[in-house]
């Protein structure tokens, strides 16, 4: 017999598992150079929740970042218009006003003159529970509708009507709209003394003591002057805002940023039926001039402290489906976009 002698070669695969570790970005050292050494943030007025949300989110901002951020109160309108203008860096604001300024002839029936809208960005969206109009008179009270106001008012009576916020605010603008669509001047009742601007608490103290005859208020769920009103006066008379004031408001309002709403029923205790009023939601706002790296840096502070913030103030919301959407034209700022792709917000 003849032997062979063959020399196989076999390849041999050997899988081989490899845990690859990245290296972390570092954190940079805050503040950047070239950011601004200060802020302004403005907030709503004086004891009002707008005003304590700023000075949280203000005081987030300085701890993390290592800026100054001093808070003013204002007013949405004003707080839209200061940053438009290039007066302040931040600001509380309602997407009722983003259709407005993005309007040249709207803004300007406002407040006299054409504003810079571009400067203008939206850094968090719907970060409070929806506003909503409520407009309410006493239980004693003969007065059942707005149009009954009106009446009462051309006949020469002497109201006293109230407004729940600042001059250039929501409360204060609805107000007056909806009393020029029943013909009336606010200017002229202004300087009877039959129409004032203050605070929620001082309205809803004035309308229980009986220094008030109607009040128009833009408020919240769980704001705490109602659950005062709910215990104090809790048979207190609801206006509806229905029919030609509620179309007023929403031929001027296009856009979505205000829109027809109903209180559910207990939303407070004097809501015994379902309410048809007009709701809007709540923003930050900042100037287009701030560098992007600043604004990704301040949302994303925001973001890592929200269970601190909300600690503060219970309604606050970060809800990552909400926060980055844009309305009328405003767009997020690059440095918050930016955050919210990497997050993955951003669908």
Known sequence: PTTITTTVTTKVTERVTVTVTPTPT??????????????????GAVGSAWLVLASVIASVIEKELGITVR????????????IAKGDVELGLSQTAWMPIFTDPEKIKSL???????????????????????????RPDSPI??????????????????????????????????????????????????????????????????GKLDVVFETTMPGASAYRELEVRMPNVKLLPLVGKERDYLLNFFTGGGLYTCSLPIG??????????????ATIIIVSADLPEDLVY??????????????????AFEFNPNEVWKTLGGVELHSGAAKYYKEMGYMK
Do not use: Q
Not at 159 to 175: N, P
Not at 267 to 280: A, D, R
Not at 299 to 309: G, L, W
């Open 267 to 280: 939303l407070f205790k004097f809501i015994t039926t379902e309410y048809p009023t007009v709701c809007t």
């Open 71 to 82: 808070v003013e109160p204002g007013g949405s309108l004003a707080n839209t218009m200061a």
């Open 297 to 314: 840096y301040m949302v994303k502070a925001i973001d890592k402290n929200k269970d601190y913030i909300k600690g503060s103030i219970a």
């Open 144 to 209: 059942n509708s707005i149009e009954d106001v009106a009446k009462a008012v051309k006949e020469g009576k002497t109201l006293r009507i109230g407004v729940g916020g600042a001059a250039g605010s929501l409360d204060d603008i609805i107000a007056r709209m909806v009393l020029r669509a029943y013909g009336l001047n606010p200017e002229e009742l202004i300087a009877k003394g039959m129409l004032t601007l203050s605070s929620e608490s001082d309205v809803v103290s004035k309308i229980v003591e």
């Open 111 to 137: 407040v006299g003159e054409v504003v810079n809208a571009s400067r203008i960005k939206i850094l968090a969206n719907a970060i409070l529970p929806f506003y909503f109009e409520m407009i309410y008179t």
């Open 26 to 43: 570092p954190t940079p050292t805050f503040p950047l150079p070239h950011w601004p050494k200060s802020l302004v943030f403005r907030g």
